[in-house]
């Protein structure tokens, strides 16, 4: 079975559940083998009729009997009803609005409810329940939902449905995929070396687990492999796009330490070592003749403007490599005019002592600190959307 080929080469499917699969964007045998699970239910926890009560949620196994559609007494309403029987006992069933299951489920049909225990006149009933249909009710722990006796599976997947394909059926559609050896052509796209170092199972053994796990623990593992895949593939696009990047050419800029010294020793407080670390990072940038691509991250007061305005500082006042004449410009995006403004008085202190310009371009116009010398380069601060 090649993990590309259509659903309807494999599978024997009516227009209903075309049209079901496709809103379900599931066309291809690797596109089902990726539908995952949204939850597990436990055969293990099932429950007997006799020991249900009302007003609790509950899930139940057994044998349908006086399978019919109706309609409700006073407002009309289009119903099926049915009996549903164990070996403790009989409950009944209703399903306002649904009167189709009654087409669905023939009398005597194994089935699974879940849904919640109401009341009337005395007596227990399901309203609404979950119904799917199965192949065996089971008798206990170790016994499987769908007849596998003698495994110690007892959780069953339920998967994300449409009108027309429930999870049993998805169940075993994933079952003939798994059984027809098609995983054994499958490619792991993890490198052995990161499944050691993070623990994680084999792509092959992920999707027999995460489809038909023994148990919670394999379940989850499953989960945290695919989850750390998607991950994992996230990084390395956004890694590609840096380094595709870090092509583009960019000015070579680099400041006399003993002029950086100088900036950093007027700030109105004592330089970090987290802040002197950070700025020798981005001037290693600047000199690197490479697109800078950097993120800086830091508490609120932890000095990340005072960083900003150091790299303004080294732009606006040294020309780049190769350059005889002119000065560049830097501009600070804030997203608000609050902060903008709050920024705009920060930098005007941290520049009023060499001249430079600092203007605060906003929406309601444009204001500029007064420069002290004549020789200026202009820096503007910009704040609303993205200018």
């Known amino acids: 079975m090649d993990l590309n080929s259509p659903l309807e080469r494999h599978f024997r499917l009516g227009s209903f559940q ?64 049915a009996a549903v029987e164990d070996t403790s006992g009989k409950i009944k069933a209703v399903w306002f609005n649904q009167p189709y299951i009654a087409k669905m489920f023939p009398e005597e049909a194994l089935v699974r409810l879940e849904g919640k225990v109401s009341e009337r006149k005395g007596g227990l009933y399901f309203s609404n329940p979950k119904i799917e249909r199965v192949t065996e009710i089971p008798t206990g722990v170790g016994h499987s939902l769908f007849g596998e006796a003698g495994k110690a599976h007892t959780l069953y997947p339920v998967y994300p449905e449409s009108r ?73 696009q956004k890694q590609r796009a840096r380094r595709e990047y870090e092509k583009n050419p960019a000015f070579v800029i680099e400041k006399k330490p003993e002029e950086m010294e100088n900036f950093i020793s007027r700030f109105p407080f004592e330089a970090t070592a987290a802040q ?35 790299a303004a500082y080294a732009a606006v006042t040294e020309r780049p490599k190769g350059q005889s004449f002119g000065h560049l410009q830097a501009a600070y995006m804030c997203p608000t005019e609050i902060l903008a403004a709050q920024h705009f008085d920060s930098f005007a202190g941290y520049f009023a002592h060499l001249g430079i310009s600092v203007g605060l371009l906003t929406g309601s116009g444009c204001r500029k600190f007064p420069s002290k010398v004549s020789r200026t380069a202009r820096f503007p601060l910009w704040s609303g959307p993205m200018l």
């Open 276 to 310: 002197r670390r950070a700025i020798r990072a981005v001037l290693g940038d600047l000199k690197s003749g490479r697109a800078m691509s950097r993120l800086l991250e830091g508490d609120v007061g932890s000095g990340k403007t005072a960083v900003a305005a150091t």
């Open 164 to 236: 027309g394909i429930t999870s049993n059926w998805l169940y075993h559609a994933l079952l003939k995929v798994i059984k027809s050896g098609a995983l054994k052509t499958i490619t792991d796209p993890l490198p052995t070396e990161i499944l050691s170092r993070y623990h994680l199972p084999s792509l092959k053994t992920a999707l027999i687990w995460i489809h038909t796990p023994r148990d919670k623990r394999d379940a989850e593992s499953a989960r945290k492999r695919f989850a750390f895949e998607e991950v994992f593939f996230i990084q390395l």
């Open 18 to 81: 075309n049209q079901a699969l496709k809103r379900l964007k599931l066309e291809t045998v690797g596109d089902l083998l990726r539908h995952f699970p949204n939850r597990y239910g436990n055969v293990a926890e099932m429950r007997s009729i006799a020991s249900l009560s009302k007003g609790e949620t509950a899930a139940i196994f057994g044998k349908l009997s006086n399978v019919e559609m109706s309609r409700a007494f006073y407002k009309k309403i289009p119903m099926a009803t």
